[in-house]
């Protein structure tokens, strides 16, 4: 059996959105909060690829951010090799073991620093080397690693295209020697060349360097490409969950079969379909029961009633009344 | 006669450090009823291109070579006063972003109205009424107690709707949609895709799709013009394009795009990235990224040439050339 790296086991997140005290107060609202991750459980083998896709506010960033511990939890927990997440942040030596990388190259790097310093700067941090002149060899060594030149470290990030500054993320990213990278829509700002050259790089760095990704991406072909397992969400909840190849080739919950349907294809050329009506519903006020009712062709009573638990398919977790009752044909 | 005619039109903006030349002689149709896709990535010129149509560039943006004809009659250089009732009546636009078309002051009735009387010669109450059956037509559920709303009352999707309906209800022959479903969900996306794509049809129009995302325009458009550093690299029927690039930089794009159907362990790459306006490179732009290229590509700059079923601006396809 492989290591897990990290394991979540029926997570919850919730963010209070009521309006500010004194008002409420004055309208005699009560207090509102919102549930953006419910009850999320997954796990992550060493070496592996753990991807999470889904619509927009459907949760990935807040998954992402817990991973990392950015959030605390609101119930349930997380373990980063087999401690609790809480306990391995405090430990340096833990910290510096997993890092992340965000969706948008041109927000996430302070662009008053010289790039080597930009890279530098987890080094610096976690006290891994000392001597200027390891250091500047490092991030030499980084930059070379994510297709930049050494050089480059003296140029400020406004001097780089998005794909150059999103490998910059990563030589940053991976300068604190991580094995386990939660990366939140890496390539989502990008074109698909640079794309291509970025989802390349990724790959390479993981069989190279034997590391752990949680991949969240809302672009399905790029989950596809990029996972060994894969989650959809659904309104902060995981409705399907399995080996990447077992949900592509036979989705099971009616959502999982709704993305895939709706993703436009270069296979698609002169085809036409149905959309799916309806929108992702708000989460401060989600549907009953199963919350994907309102917009299921499967959908009936239980479904609005009941929330469907995560029953076994294969390798794979589905929860949905009508997988579970053998109903989807 | 194409209902569209753009011909080697260039757009400049001047800047201190000398004139920058974004655009650079670029010439395709669009005919009536036709869905002409136009992809690249970002700052290939997809926006300029659609800009300079509708006479929207942005100062000191201008026009500085070439010819866009509409139904036959130019309009690149007509007056502001004579080029407004063409906008709006003649050509229609939906920009990525609702927000930036829908005015938030207004209610979205109040918007489809004034733009319905400034084209149509309606009263008020049957400009109204033909408000209530577009926003039917673009699938906004309980139009008529909806029309009052304003835009932020509405979803992202059904703003887009919105703006799709203020797009179409002059009638407009042609529809400039510059990547209209890039901001939306997939599932919202599709929505849209299929809503656009039933209404220019059942409604004759003609319709240039900006986009990146070729999976749309694959599914969308009638032909497609690729775009590279301000010029049209290969432009042709969609299947052809998309299946059987003639163009080594098309080439290379579709190879870039993960596929849902298999799985491959690299995908293709093209390396380096497009270069800037400050440094195209002589010849062929694409040159210093081609694994096709071969000394004429660094002197001559190729015009777009019989490649088979698409024409391509690559000296591949040039007559007597040996083909690779
Ligand atoms: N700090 C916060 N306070 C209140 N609500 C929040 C906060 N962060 C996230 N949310 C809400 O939680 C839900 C999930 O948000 P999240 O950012 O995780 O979505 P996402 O799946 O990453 O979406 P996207 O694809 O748009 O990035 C959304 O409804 C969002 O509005
Ligand atoms: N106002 C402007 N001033 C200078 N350059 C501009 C301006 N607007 C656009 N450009 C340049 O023109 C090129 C094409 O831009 P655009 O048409 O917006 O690209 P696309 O829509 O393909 O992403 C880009 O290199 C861009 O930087
Ligand atoms: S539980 Fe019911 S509503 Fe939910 S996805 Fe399954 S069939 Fe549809
Ligand atoms: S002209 Fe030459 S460099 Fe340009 S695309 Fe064709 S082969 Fe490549
Ligand atoms: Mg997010
Ligand atoms: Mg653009």
Known sequence: MSEIVLDAVEVSRDFDVSKPWL????????????????????????GTTLSLVGESGCGKSTVARLAVGLYAPSGGEIRFEGQPLSAARAQAALRRRMNMIFQDPYASLNPRWRVRDIVAEPIRAFGLLTARDAITARVGELLTQVGLAPADG??????????????ISIARA????????????????????????????????????????????????????????????????????GPGEDVFRTPRHPYTRLLLDAIPDLDMVGKSRTPVGGEVPSPIDPPSGCTFHPRCPLANDRCRREKPAHTKHGNVLVACHAVEEGRTA | MPLLEVQNLTVEFPTRRGVLRALDGISFDINAGEVLGVVGESGAGKSLTGAAIIGLLEPPGR???????????????????????????????????PLTTLNPLYSVGRQLVETIQTHLKLSDRDA????????????????????????H????????????????????????ADEPTTALDVSIQAQIIALLRGLTRDHGTSVM????????????????????????????????????PAHPYTEGLMGSIPSLEHRVERLRQIDGAMPRLTAIPRGCAFNPRCPKVFDRCRNDRPELMEAGVTRAACWLYARGAAHV
Request: proline share 4%; hydrophobic share 40%; aromatic share 6%.
């Open chain 1, 23 to 46: 008002q409420r107060v004055v309208s005699r609202e009560p207090k509102r909060t919102l549930r953006a991750v419910d009850n999320v459980s997954f796990a992550i083998s060493r």
């Open chain 1, 154 to 167: 003296e140029k400020y990030p406004h001097e780089f295209s998005g794909g150059q500054r999103q490998r």
């Open chain 1, 174 to 241: 991976l300068s604190s020697e991580p094995e386990f990278l939660v990366c939140d829509e890496p390539t989502s700002a990008l074109d698909v060349s640079v794309q291509a050259q970025i989802l390349n790089l990724m790959r390479d760095l993981q069989q190279r360097l034997g590391l752990t990704y949680l991949f969240i991406s809302h672009n399905l072909a790029v989950v596809r490409h990029m996972s060994d397992r894969l989650g959809v969400m659904y309104l902060g909840r995981i409705v399907e969950l």
């Open chain 2, 63 to 97: 026009v500085a070579g070439g010819q866009i004809l509409l139904n036959g009659s130019r309009i690149d250089n007509l007056s502001r006063d004579k080029l407004r009732p063409i906008r709006g009546k003649q050509i229609g636009a939906i920009f990525q972003d």
């Open chain 2, 128 to 151: 109204r009424e033909r408000a209530v059956q577009w926003l039917e037509e673009v699938g906004i559920p309980a139009a008529r107690q909806r029309i009052d709303a304003y835009p």
């Open chain 2, 153 to 176: 009352e509405f979803s992202g999707g059904m703003r887009q709707r919105v703006v799709i309906a203020l797009a179409l209800c002059a009638e407009p022959r042609l529809v400039i």
């Open chain 2, 209 to 244: 799709l900006v986009t990146h995302d070729m999976g749309v325009i694959a599914e969308t458009a009638d032909r497609v013009a690729v775009m590279y550093a301000g010029r049209i690299a290969e432009i042709g029927p969609v299947r052809d394009v998309v299946k059987h």
